[in-house]
């Protein structure tokens, strides 16, 4: 048997086509012909990307997305995460109801419950925590985009400033460097670019389809070099031109023994 990793993967993808799709050729053409089917342009919401998608629906259900071909940001590709969206949404044990404890913690005893049972109990819970112990002993956290604006609001307004998400440990690191280095935001270009050196974002194993489609042509050009810093050998470090495994946490090192070889040996442009 092949248990290589890409036939594993093939596998994988077909299976969960096959899951999603739940239907024959025959029953999508009589639908076709009845016409049942449509496409509905949307977002994706499977993970902070958020790109821009298109859903097949059939009879009212969904069976297949692809991305929106009117965004250049990726035209008709998804993840495997996206392409799977509607997995979730049809799967037989997704929660669609709210569930209370009627056990001990980790007895797995559950009832379910009405929403306004279980925001009645959620309410009642951090009121008598903030009493007990203040409103600062509580986090709050969820997933960039609409949700997080709704949870900062909530936060505020209960009294804690511990608000994590995304953005907290990703976005904004790089957001406050180019703020103070440069006075504003920029974005990778890779079309004008000549020599790439990436420190372990692993865009070919990721989910930024936008920013995975650009790398994957700059690596394909002869004119250019694509270097990649990872301790693993990873997808994107399989494709590059050259593959540094630095040791794990050493990234910060290299960076600051690069730069002191650009000052030292004047390596730099210096009218810029």
Known sequence: MDKSRRNFLKGSVAVGTLASLNLNANQIAANMANGGEKFVYSICEMCSSRCAITAKIVDKKGVFISGNPNFNSNKTSVCARGGSGFNQVYDEQRLIKPLIRTGKRGEGKWREAS????????????????????????????????????????????GSQNIFSHWSCCPITYNTVLSHTFGGSMTRDFAESKYIINFGHNLFEGIDISNTKKLAKFAKKEDTKLVVLEPRFSVVAAKAD???????GTDLAFVMALIHVWLRDGKYEKNL
């Not at 009645?120 to 956290?141: D, M, P, R």
């Not at 050259?242 to 794990?248: D, G, N, Q, R, T």
């Open 115 to 158: 929403w306004d049972e279980a925001l009645e109990l959620v309410a009642e819970n951090l009121n008598e925590i903030k009493e007990k112990y203040g409103a600062q002993s509580v986090i709050f956290t969820s997933k960039a985009g609409e949700s997080h604006s709704q949870m900062t609001n909530f936060a505020c307004a209960y």
């Open 242 to 248: 050259e593959w540094l495994p630095i040791k794990p």
